[in-house]
């Protein structure tokens, strides 16, 4: 457990973003080399994806790992109190190290059980960059990587533990580039035409869609090019990014569309030339109840971890910076005991038992890549917790417990119940068998379509 403790300190440290994982990405190739494994590194066609394989027959189970970092979350490490963002402003602020630490743990795991009962399995350590920025699973199930696997199992960071079901939006994100003609903006300001004034135009377009998008999209910008900070120059050039999401890649795509067209209408209002570049896009998830009963099988078993009274005071002080009001009225409604969980938030720094919920179609407002891989093989994962009670995922609370020994404890037990459901997999083929069978019935005659086209190559922009 050391060496995976040392490992989670130094992804945490490095915080680097999506398809720039260098250091991070070489962490754990170097850690699964020095293990003994073979390593493949940069699969796909990215730099900073790898596996690790373990056996050569029986049936194959896929752990996705994780490990970039968020922009915009700089912080120190085991502070309560909120820090003014430094010039190094990425951090862990969705616990993507720990996920990582997490899976590696598991394929450890799970290699010596599979050895000690002398079992054939093909297990499969996937190291899946950019889940924040650049949808990694996206390139790698477009590529037909999953072609050859059965399963695939994967964990994320949480405040509460519990088995994650239903779905996830679908996702395109771009940019749009506007040109536009600079000049003295009071000497000659009807030779201008603002770039900056055709992002606004946009803006306030999108804004007005928001009355006839349905309640479950979401669109979202920021601005990342204002064309300058002189406000008697007409800006020749602005920027702006946007995410567009709905709940499956055909709705996500005609919004995008639409979104789309404000902008070209924008353009042509104000006189200036817009060019709109494809990012990313990553489509919704298809749970699996099969799957979702196996791993809730390995919870009941294998409980939750442990806390000491000094992680509990220290939790507490993440706690007390949040109003706990706000997680108390957002309760998942797929929780079975909803009393249980209101009081543990109430009397407990953190949680400390495993929240049952009920299976759901649900499709939850966010988006994230494992959507592609569940869309070509039976997927399901878990969540353990790893945080205080309070603020929630992309949040410098997050950041700043990300090497505290409870989020250790956290991505250590997530490994050991990813091990345990495949190790019921591997053992029960027929739980295999229905899973592929649940997958194929909620299909029905949908093909998997990436959202990304075959010649966008992962990029950084």
């Known amino acids: 457990m050391e060496d995976l403790k040392k490992l989670q300190d130094e992804l945490w440290e490095y915080a680097e973003l999506g398809f720039k994982e260098h250091k991070s990405a070489k962490a754990m190739c170097d850690f699964l080399e020095n ?30 790992a994780e490990y970039d970092a968020l922009d915009g979350l700089s912080q120190e490490a085991d502070v309560a109190e909120y820090k003014p963002l430094t010039d190094s402003t990425t951090g862990q602020g969705c616990g993507h190290h720990l996920l990582g630490v997490g899976a590696i743990s598991a394929f ?3 290699k010596k059980m599979i050895d000690e009962e002398n079992l054939d399995a093909t297990i499969k350590l996937v190291g899946c960059p950019a889940e924040e920025a650049g949808s990694g699973k996206a390139y790698l199930a477009r590529d037909g990587y999953f072609d050859d696997v059965d399963i695939a199992l994967t964990w994320h960071p949480s405040n509460i533990s519990s088995v994650t079901s239903g779905s996830h939006q679908a996702c395109i994100q771009c940019y749009f580039r506007f040109h536009g003609v600079s000049s003295h903006a009071a000497g000659s300001p009807e030779l201008g035409r603002s770039a900056l004034d055709s992002v606004e135009l946009m803006n306030v377009g999108v804004n007005y869609l928001r009355e006839h998008m349905s309640s479950d999209e979401r669109v979202h910008y920021a601005i990342t090019n204002t064309g300058g900070s002189a406000p008697n120059v ?32 924008s353009a042509l209002m104000n006189e200036t030339e817009v060019d709109i570049i494809f990012d990313e896009g990553l489509v919704n998830v298809i749970p699996n109840f099969t799957l979702e009963d196996v791993l809730r099988d390995s919870f009941l078993k294998l409980d939750v971890p442990k806390y000491t009274e000094e992680e509990r005071e220290y939790a507490k002080k993440f706690k007390e910076t949040y109003d706990i009001k706000i997680v108390l009225n957002n309760i998942d409604d797929t929780v079975k005991d909803k009393e249980r969980l209101k009081n543990n938030i109430l009397e407990s720094e953190l949680n400390d ?94 093909k998997y379509e990436c959202l990304i086209p075959k010649d966008v190559l992962p990029h950084v922009y």
């Open 234 to 265: 007409v800006q020749a050039e602005a920027e702006v990014r946007y995410f567009v999401r709905s709940t499956t890649g055909p709705k996500v795509k005609k919004l995008y569309d639409r979104v789309c067209n404000i902008a070209r209408g």
């Open 108 to 110: 450890l795991d799970l």
């Open 353 to 446: 038992y495993f929240v049952d919920k009920e299976h759901t179609n649900v499709c939850h407002m966010g988006s994230t890549d494992v959507g592609d891989v569940s869309w070509v093989v039976p997927t399901a994962q878990v969540n353990v917790n790893c945080y205080s009670y309070g603020a929630g995922g992309h949040s410098w609370q997050w950041v700043a417990q990300g090497k505290s020994s409870i989020a250790t404890k956290g991505a250590i037990h997530a490994g050991k119940i990813l091990a345990d459901s495949a190790l019921t997999l591997i053992k029960n083929p027929e739980l295999i068998e229905k899973a592929k069978k649940e997958l194929q019935e909620r299909l029905g005659d949908d």
């Open 35 to 64: 293990k003994g494994f073979k390593v493949n590194r940069s699969i796909c066609n990215m730099e900073t994806a790898f596996d690790a394989v373990y056996g050569d027959k029986g049936p194959v189970i896929a752990i996705l």
